[in-house]
């Protein structure tokens, strides 16, 4: 911290992500990445004449990338926005949709990041804990005032939230922004996309990071109506016009609309999570009932932190999370190929018989 | 505007980013684009393996890019932080640096994103008109106590202020830090890099949309001692720690390495600009002395408003800013390939006759 940093960015806390290794061959399983590379549509699309053409600045609308999305989901493409991964989205939904007098409220647990940002904008935060079973009380926060921002399914529980019950939380309030952040939703889980039809206070935001094969495209998106997307423009254009890059605009239309390689790849990651969690639980561990693309696991016999350091001695990369301390006993595993994960459960057995 | 938006962000005035027609065959000389396509190194970077690996998250230290940076600038890799554009820089050297009781100073005229993030962090700004000629006096900052942001050259005029002026507001007060931002140095103009040794408060940007001619990648970087890339680091990491994506990442390195082509590029436009400046003079035009890549010039004949209709409906984008009024008769013109600035000067002396 150097002698010039303003008091206001002193109190941050930043977010730390998951390990990144460069070029080191780990198992990993600690970052929520898709297995599988994208979609031989995206190779294609990012042509010889694509790269030739990075001298010119990306399109700020992301015009080609918001209507592919938009068809995608029977929208239109003005209640579309794309960002720089979904988290520069919420970013600026924090931004837009919370201030002085209109807080933020979210749960313990779920994605570390809201915390950050609502310390980034010096936003009023209530924090709602879990029921003791991970799961979510919409009731909590029924007379909340300010913007509410569910992760559905929750990061890093897996667990959901049913439809009926963010309805409920729309109904309740019409002049209260609900964001529901959908990261994971397309592993089996089910998406608010059609409430959108019924509600303009409903904001959806999605990522090509997970379910799309397009985590190192950095690409997000959110749904709303009209209305509320442009006011995410509106902070966009105060923030950063350019924020997609031209390959990850092509990258993301071709994506997006492969729609056979997406069936493939997420059912493919369901038949997977299904056999991962058989095995663990097989082998006496307690796993939360998980609708994303990881699980969060535990075993009475070797407590989370020890698991996430014997794994990543024998090349398996997890991820453990010391706080809150509700979920330090766990170890939150990403479903890769079967492949990975069958390496995953011999080497988790292998380590409960040496204890 | 929706009912749900913040007060703050409501008052928000966003930038207005240059047209970007898509699919549009104009002789598009209006957002300071590289007319040169990326390095061959660059499109060979950008390998079917690398593409394969989009499914993964990109290294957010962006240690590769970094490196290529810091070599290329005999800096250290600590002493650099790649971003999304250098907009997204330069957003954060404001929440670092600047904050309750610490304002910003900027002139007048500069490039007009710095009004848009002094006020989308609601920061006490201190406008200082430059000189008649649009020359900067850098004793008008002397005793400013808070952060001071330098466009060098300045946008819109491409004019510079000499480094032993930006020497001496960095001595004048070392506890205070100089932003200069460079993204057009590379056409001529003289780099602030050497002073990185001697001076810890001097921050510099720069960007590869321009020099590099890679804009449709969205890379810029920003150089200064390790403490103050540290704080620039701790507000990523508490807005979008993965920022840069993996194929720009290997682009941009490439494109660092190759020197020759750099070269080839930034003094072809230099002979170009000094080609128009000359053209532009004979038809009677004002040209302010540039060492960017692009001119602001203006006609007594032709107001500049009227100019830049003129050369749009001819299939020609030049770029006109109605405030401040003291540059409203000019336009601004990206220099271009000679065919491009061949095809300008063709238009406007056709315009001129006909007048």
Redesign the interface.
């Known amino acids: 911290?150097?002698?010039?940093?303003?008091?206001?960015?002193a109190a941050?806390?930043?977010?730390?992500?998951g390990e990144?290794p460069?070029n080191i061959p780990y198992n990993?399983l600690n970052?929520n990445?898709?297995?599988?590379?994208?979609s031989p549509k995206?190779?294609k699309a990012?042509s010889?004449a694509e790269?030739?053409?990075?001298?010119?600045?990306?399109?700020?609308?992301c015009?080609?990338l918001c209507a592919a999305v938009a068809k995608r989901n029977d929208l239109k493409p003005e209640q579309v926005i794309a960002g720089?991964?979904s988290?520069?989205l919420l970013?600026f939904a924090f931004?837009?949709?919370?201030?002085?007098g209109?807080g933020c409220a979210y749960a313990n647990i779920t994605y570390g990041f809201y915390k950050?940002?609502a310390?980034?904008y010096h936003l009023d935060a209530k924090v709602i804990p879990l029921r003791e079973d991970f799961s979510l009380n919409v009731d909590d926060y029924m007379d909340f005032p300010g913007?509410i921002f569910i992760a559905n399914p929750n990061a890093p529980t897996g667990m959901t939230v049913p439809i009926s019950d963010i309805q409920r939380l729309l109904e309740a309030n019409r002049?209260?922004?609900v964001v529901v952040d959908e990261a994971y939703v397309d592993f089996g889980a089910e998406s608010c996309i059609p409430l959108l039809y019924r509600y303009?206070?409903l904001l959806i935001l999605q990522t090509f990071?997970k379910s799309r094969?397009?985590?190192?495209?950095?690409i997000g998106f959110a749904l709303g109506?009209a209305?509320?997307i442009?006011?995410l423009?509106?902070?966009?254009?105060?923030?950063?016009?350019?924020?997609?890059?031209?390959?990850?605009i092509v990258?993301g239309a071709a994506a997006m609309a492969d729609e056979p390689y997406f069936q493939k790849c997420t059912s493919q990651i369901e038949k997977n999570r299904a056999w991962t969690v058989r095995e663990l639980t097989a082998l006496g561990f307690t796993v939360l009932p998980s609708q994303a693309n990881f699980i969060l696991a535990k075993s009475d016999r070797i407590p989370g932190g020890a698991l996430y350091e014997k794994l990543k001695e024998n090349g398996i990369l997890v991820r453990h999370f010391d706080a809150p301390a509700r979920i330090a006993d766990f170890c939150r595993i990403s479903i890769g190929s079967m492949e990975q994960m069958e390496a995953l459960i011999d080497e988790v057995t292998k380590l409960l018989e040496e204890l």
């Open positions: 911290m150097s002698r010039f940093l303003s008091n206001e960015s941050l806390e930043p977010y730390t992500p990144q460069q990993k970052t990445e898709s297995p599988f590379p994208p995206v190779l990012i010889r790269l030739l053409k990075m001298n010119l600045y990306s399109d700020p609308t015009a080609a720089n991964g988290d520069e970013s931004r837009a949709f919370c201030g002085e209109k950050v940002w310390q980034f913007t002049d209260r922004v303009d206070n990071s094969n397009l985590a190192g495209a950095r109506s209305e509320l442009a006011d423009n509106r902070v966009k254009y105060s923030f950063n016009p350019y924020n997609v890059n031209r390959l990850s990258a």
